[in-house]
């Protein structure tokens, strides 16, 4: 199979330009300056004496990294887990035709457009147990009840778990309602006809068709997880003790006030490991699947019928 | 008033000549004093400085939480839009800001006009000086070790309000018999962390706390005295009431004042709360420095430093801004506001309380005078101890001898 050649449109070029210029200097450049300053002793001013790999072994030595490492697996988990699950309900709740859609979507979407910080302290607030639901309940006459999970140590991140899925739940629903509303009509026709129940519709076959919609709800709703970082600093500040902490926070924290750049940039550089391992797995299933798209291409056109038809 | 000081100052530089109206410089600073007492204070010195015969602008930049606060100043000074003057405690924060010759230097200023005789104790000019130079101003001195006592409290339990920490210890099962919360404390890590530093050193005394901070001791992290001082603060919060998750100082200091709780562990900032309330030392409340017979104070408080400017005009405002600063006049005014103890002994004491003479006392005795942590630590390794302090008090899992052990490392592999 010849290869086709590359045109390059001047005007294009030119257009581009900038962007090219923007994604490889704060991009690529910065990226390889911050996995340089890692193997440093740089401080609160970037140097460059390197020392190998004794910041990576400081962190992994330091129990509030440690900490944080299991924070984001159990915050990533649990957010995205159920993050799809109510959103795919949600989607399926509206795509019923029900009366004031638009009304719904607005409340749904509602949580998504309010800052982090915002929906941070308005979850303090609920889970205090002086201000919030454990008083309100308490003023009903139970007065045994107990709600606070963000003054517990073992309990507080799963706090901040809830108000990342009440965050998160709205756009997912906008997304895959999207994803819903994108499946053919006749698809739906065909399964009445078949005499499928609606349930079993949803669950067997639109679902598998909106791989697209779930996978960009699953890239966005990682990126999210990765950066999380207002959401601790308005709701825990990573307490109690330090048993809420996040490598964002870690990150930030190491690189301004507490004047330890090199250890920053290696907390930084491991939190850039586990995308590079996504981008790879996903660049890898995408080269797969050309291929095998090229090579089903080719032997289709080897097919003398085929080439009948194309030529008629 | 001082707006017509203003005014008389800008119309007599006016009459002066044009040269003099171009000499007005605005300069911004950047602290973290935003409750209202610490207002009250920042504006004593952007008054004194806008009265001044210059002319100049004082632009304020207030960011709430210390931290925040810092680290919002390093990235601008780093990122090259230093603001004009900066807060930091007395620390080496901004060690390395000086030794990159990021900050304007006083040494001038504070040789002519004598700083090395009239700030004390010494060791608060110290921290400003490298190689020889001073690259900053004190303005004030707090000290971390205080305890906070409720005399009606303790009489409910039928009991005298305790001197140490130990008897307070004791004290315990009366006052919860009572209904009265013991320890008060709130939530907030810098908190947990500043109390059981004072209690550590309420044990240790000044000796084992430069053999750990300043000798870098690491088997005196292993001994009996800290293991004692963690012991007392597992005891004391092991009755910390439901409502301290997020609670501020200030509310904190609260439950004391009303008699709900005995005693707050908190710098001597909480004095001011008191006198807010009305309430008289010696009768209502009491104050109990150390909390120890045998007391010791750290001069902890606050710092500005001038980063440099390319503008000479701006340099100018920097320098007579220091020199406000220190001005005996200001720092009376200042530390009033503030309800801290200036950096000079030469102001004017009349308005010190009895707990303020307490203080005074203790401070003006060298050998009751130690420098914190931070002295002698960097911050970086300063804030891994915080980390380690903060999980220790939250995970009650968490062994007196894995945190002594946790402690030992930290002070072996500190930076110098």
Request: proline fraction near 4%.
């Amino acid at each position: 199979m010849a290869r086709r050649r590359i045109k390059i449109n001047p005007m294009a070029l030119i257009g581009l330009t900038p962007m090219i210029a923007t994604a490889v200097g704060v991009f690529v450049i910065c990226i390889i300056y911050s996995i340089v300053l890692s193997f440093t002793n740089s401080r609160l001013l970037p140097n460059f004496e390197f020392i190998g790999f004794a910041q990576y072994e400081r962190l992994w030595e330091t129990p509030r990294w440690l900490i944080s490492v299991r924070n984001i697996w159990l915050f990533g988990f649990f957010s995205i887990a159920f993050n799809m699950i109510f959103g795919y309900l949600l989607a399926v709740f509206m795509d019923q035709r029900i009366k004031q859609e638009d009304a719904f979507r607005t409340i749904f979407l509602y949580p998504f457009a309010m800052s982090l910080v915002v929906t941070g302290l308005v979850w303090q607030w609920i889970m205090d147990p002086n201000l919030g639901f454990q008083s309100a309940v308490r003023n009903m006459g139970f007065t045994d009840f107990r709600f606070s999970p963000l003054t517990n140590e073992a309990t507080a991140i799963y706090g901040v778990i809830v108000a990342g899925i009440w965050n998160g739940v709205g756009v997912t629903m906008a997304i895959l309602l999207a994803g819903l509303r994108g499946v053919d009509e006749e698809v739906w026709k065909a399964a009445r006809v078949d005499g499928i129940p609606t349930w079993k519709t949803y669950l067997f076959i639109t679902l598998p068709m909106m791989r697209g919609a779930f996978i960009t709800a699953f890239v966005l709703q990682c990126v999210g997880v990765v950066r999380v970082y207002d959401l601790i600093i308005a709701m825990t500040q990573g307490g109690p003790g330090i048993s809420t902490q996040m490598p964002a926070v870690f990150v930030i924290q190491h690189i301004s006030g507490r004047s330890n750049v090199g250890l920053g940039m290696a907390a930084a550089t491991m939190m850039l490991l586990p995308i590079i391992v996504l981008i790879a797995i996903q660049q890898y299933f995408a080269w797969r699947s050309r291929r095998r798209a090229a090579g089903i291409g080719a032997a289709v056109a080897t097919l003398p019928q085929a080439q009948g038809v194309k030529a008629s | 008033m001082n707006r017509f000081v203003l005014v008389g100052a800008v119309s007599a530089a006016a009459l002066l000549g044009s040269t003099a109206i171009s000499n007005a410089a605005s300069v911004e600073v950047m602290h973290w004093w935003t409750s209202g007492g610490e207002q009250a204070a920042v504006s004593v010195f952007a008054e004194e400085f806008e009265a001044l015969e210059s002319g100049h602008t004082w632009i304020d930049t207030a960011i709430a939480g210390g931290d925040a606060s810092r680290s919002a100043t390093l990235q601008r000074i780093l990122g090259g839009d230093a603001p004009g003057a900066a807060q930091f405690n007395i620390s080496r924060q901004f060690e390395e800001l000086a030794e990159a010759g990021l900050l304007l230097d006083l040494t001038d200023l504070a040789e002519a006009e004598g700083w090395r005789d009239f700030i004390r104790p010494d060791a608060i000019l110290d921290v400003c000086e490298f190689d020889g130079r001073i690259y900053c101003v004190p303005v004030n001195i707090h000290s971390w070790q205080w305890g906070w006592a409720s005399v009606p409290a303790f009489e409910a339990a039928g009991l005298e309000v305790p001197t140490n920490l130990e008897d307070f210890v004791a004290a315990i099962p009366a006052l919860q018999e009572a209904g009265i919360i013991p320890l008060a404390i709130g939530g907030e890590p810098w908190q947990h962390n500043g109390a059981l530093g004072v209690t550590l050193m309420s044990v240790m005394g000044l000796e084992g706390h430069l053999r750990l901070y300043r000798d870098r001791d690491a088997d005196y992290a292993r001994s009996e005295e800290v293991a004692r001082g963690l012991e007392i603060w597992r005891e004391m919060t092991a009755t910390i009431d439901d409502g301290a998750a997020n609670r501020n100082w200030n509310d904190t200091t609260n439950l004391v004042i009303t008699d709900q709780a005995a005693l707050q562990i908190m710098g001597d900032w909480a004095r001011g709360e008191f006198a807010l309330a009305g309430l008289e030392a010696g009768v209502d409340y009491e104050c109990l420095p150390g909390p120890s017979d045998d007391p010791y104070l750290d001069t902890g408080g606050d710092i500005f430093l001038f980063p440099k400017q390319n503008d000479p005009e701006v340099e100018a405002a920097q320098l007579e801004m220091a020199s406000m600063m220190v001005n005996p006049r200001v720092q009376a005014l200042f530390n009033n506001a503030k309800g801290s103890l200036p950096v000079r002994d030469d102001v004017d004491f009349s308005l010190a309380d009895a707990c303020m003479r307490k203080g005074l006392e203790i401070l003006s005795n060298p050998d009751r005078v130690f420098q914190g942590a931070g002295f002698y630590m960097l911050e970086d390794d300063v804030q891994r101890l915080n980390d380690l302090w903060v999980e220790f008090s939250f995970n009650r899992d968490m062994s007196i001898e894995e945190a002594q052990e946790r402690f030992a490392n930290i002070i072996a592999t500190a930076a110098e």
